[in-house]
């Protein structure tokens, strides 16, 4: 089965949330009218920006428990604007030209405008968080909110060096990926999804439940994402990329991995077509992209099955729509 970005909206719950938080998002960065160059880079970031994932991931995990969105609202806008400060400083790191279709924020404004305007970013996002406390009674849940998105955060640059290590292992085990994937991956869902269920009141169980939910739609993204730019190109292989798939490969080539491993260290531009052949070759002899499909589905099963603890709603179908999508997308 194939399944295209148009098919996110067979989600209809999604797609209607996931703008619900932008007026508060524009109203963020109207405030920088004045200073025409910010505020040209942030709308440039920001609008029309992605698909707005994380806020209504964020919204989503409010309904999940039965919860009032509109007391969700500045924490949806505080996860958004932190999703884009990740997205302009991971393209300056791994020198992305291309985001969204068009030139990469620092392709558009230089390295200065888009370093500064994605600390702008990181700065709106607690600046929002702080909304919430003008519509919550109660402090010590505001707090728990900071507490899960400054982890979130934490987790994310903590992701990005555990990427950077697991590139330079010529041993890398599946555990060290899954654990590289859930701090770099799975935590920008995690913070959203759980930070929605607790403004809506979640119980314990509930918040345990969406966690681990998150965490599997987190690992099934990745290798996906992994899949995704083998099938394209062969990028991961050219990048050296420790995907799931190459990882599998490394732990079971016995004679034949000092070759994979060669091939798998070389710079992009010396990888030859025949190289590229021979490493599909050596992932076919060992199964390893059959099982990285499969640990793909094992996922989105846990996932689903762990969301069975929450009651039923629109919002709960929709997050089990959200993880076949996340298994089946194209791109």
Wanted: glycine share 4%; proline share 3%; net charge negative.
């Amino acid at each position: 089965m194939v399944v295209s970005d148009a098919d996110l909206k067979s989600c209809e719950l999604l797609v209607s949330r996931a703008r619900w938080a932008d007026d508060l998002i524009q109203a963020k960065v109207d405030k920088f009218k004045k200073n025409s160059a910010l505020y040209d880079a942030l709308n440039y970031v920001l609008f029309p920006g992605g698909k707005r994932i994380r806020p209504a991931l964020t919204i989503l995990g409010t309904e999940a428990v039965k919860g009032n969105i509109e007391q969700t609202l500045p924490a949806a806008a505080a996860y958004e604007f932190l999703h884009n400060f990740t997205v302009v400083h991971d393209d300056i790191i791994s020198e992305n030209e291309i985001r969204r279709d068009q030139p990469s924020l620092h392709m558009k404004y230089g390295k200065d405008v888009a370093l500064l305007a994605g600390d702008m970013l990181f700065s709106l996002s607690h600046d929002s968080l702080h909304d919430l406390a003008k519509i919550h009674s109660v402090p010590s849940k505001v707090l728990t909110t900071f507490s899960y998105f400054n982890t979130t955060c934490k987790n994310l640059a903590e992701g990005k060096f555990r990427e950077m290590e697991l590139e330079k292992k010529d041993n890398p085990t599946v555990p060290d990926y899954y654990e590289m994937v859930d701090v770099k991956t799975g935590d920008m869902f995690v913070g959203p999804l759980k930070t929605g269920a607790l403004l809506g009141n979640a119980n314990e169980d509930q918040l345990s439940a969406i966690e681990a939910y998150a965490y599997a739609l987190g690992r099934t993204y990745q290798i996906r994402e992994d899949l995704i730019s083998l099938n394209q190109g062969a990028h991961s292989i050219r990048n050296g990329t420790r995907a799931l798939y190459t990882v599998y490969a490394l732990s079971k080539l016995n004679k034949d991995k000092d070759a994979f491993l060669e091939i798998l260290n070389k710079p992009a531009e010396k990888i030859s077509a025949g190289d590229i052949e021979e490493v599909f070759d050596l992932m076919d002899r060992v199964k390893a992209v059959r099982f990285a499909e499969t640990e793909m589905k094992r996922y989105v099963e846990i996932g689903k099955k762990k969301l069975r603890t929450l009651p039923d709603t629109k919002a709960k179908e929709c997050l089990e729509n959200v993880i076949d999508f996340a298994h089946l997308r194209e791109k």
